[in-house]
């Protein structure tokens, strides 16, 4: 269940979406959650309490510096996952003494990250990449690849076919766009080869008609 969540949301492309904080990138809670509920809206997140030494009821752990953190936990179809984060400032720096925008702030960050690493909505911000992986070649592009390599027009040129596929895969980690893209250039390639042959063959009976008369 957990991996056709993932799978899911992973490549969902949010990166207009996502907004800097200090040189960090990070996408906006609302916009995570709004994601969620178009997919799960049975979605479920809380925030865990703790009890101090004074016997308060906290949402957020003080460390003996001053320093503090969250910890939220998110559950969607009986899976939950927890996540931790720390109250920084824009230079990811712990805060001492919070206030509490600070801790609020910092609870809707931790949700979303909780939602990222362990859901996969948003993961490859946290990880640094720009844009989620593209989704892998499927058989139905193998089988057409089949088909195609297979006319006449690629005889002579079987080895070098097989290389540009193999390189262009090998550039865009196996993606079915890129794949996609190598189908329609051969059979654009294909077509005008066609196309060549039929002005080829209309010349020669063209010809033919005017040598008769």
Known sequence: MIQEIWNKLSIIDVSEEKKKRGQF?????????SIMMEHYPDVNYDFLHYTD???????????????CSVECQ??????TKKMFLAVTDYNNKAI????SVD??????????????????????IYKGDALPPEEFY??????????LYKHEFFQDKKQETKQGLSNILKKNNNSKS??????????????????????EINQDLDNQMKAKI
């Open 96 to 99: 001492k003494n919070p206030s």
């Open 25 to 33: 990138d990070y996408l906006p809670w609302n916009v995570a959650i």
């Open 103 to 124: 801790i609020n702030n910092t609870k809707m960050r931790c949700l979303t990250k909780c939602i990222a690493t362990g859901f996969g909505l948003g993961w490859y």
């Open 178 to 199: 890129s794949y996609q893209h190598y189908l329609d250039e051969m059979q654009k390639a294909i077509d005008d080869y066609e196309n060549q042959k039929a002005e």
């Open 138 to 147: 499927t058989e139905e592009q193998v089988a057409e690849f089949d088909k």
């Open 53 to 67: 030494s004074n016997g308060m009821l906290k949402d957020y752990i003080v460390a003996p510096d001053g320093s």
């Open 74 to 79: 998110v559950t969607i179809n009986g899976i």
